[in-house]
């Protein structure tokens, strides 16, 4: 029902820069936040940069200056402007959503926490 479609990622070398998009798609009624979140190999996930519909953004210090979030609401869809890339910044990215969606079965509206596929972010030289 709900999908979130991740796309922008590849291979950049240290000082360039991506831009990742994200899209949800679904029987969506609203959202209440997305972001941005990325896994190393051997590490665990954690958030890169995330925003509200109202427009409020949290950074990860990391990311801070280098990496801008920004939404699109007519199109549900969230973008990651990544400039200064360093080879840290390497891993897969991940979209995630805290969506209120509609329910058929039961014919409710439901809160739920989505994620995208990821798409891979590789900082080489």
């Known amino acids: 029902q709900v999908q979130l479609e991740e796309s922008g990622g590849g291979l950049v070398q240290p000082g360039g820069s991506l831009r990742l998009s994200c899209a949800a798609s679904?029987?969506?009624?609203?959202?209440?936040?997305m972001g941005w979140y990325r896994q190393a190999p051997g590490k665990q996930r954690d958030s890169v940069a995330t925003?509200?519909?109202?427009?409020?953004?949290n950074y990860a210090d990391s990311v801070k200056g280098r990496f801008t979030i920004s939404q699109d609401s007519a199109k549900n869809t969230v973008y990651l402007q990544m400039n200064s890339l360093k080879t840290e910044d390497t891993a897969v990215y991940y979209c995630?959503?805290?969506?209120?969606?509609?329910?058929?079965?039961?014919?409710?509206?439901?809160?739920?926490?989505?994620w995208g596929q990821g798409t891979q972010v590789t900082v080489s030289s």
């Open positions: 995630n959503a805290d969506l209120l969606v509609f329910t058929y079965s039961r014919s409710v509206r439901t809160r739920g926490d989505y």
């Open positions: 925003i509200t519909t109202r427009g409020n953004t």
């Open positions: 679904g029987n969506i009624v609203s959202i209440g936040a």
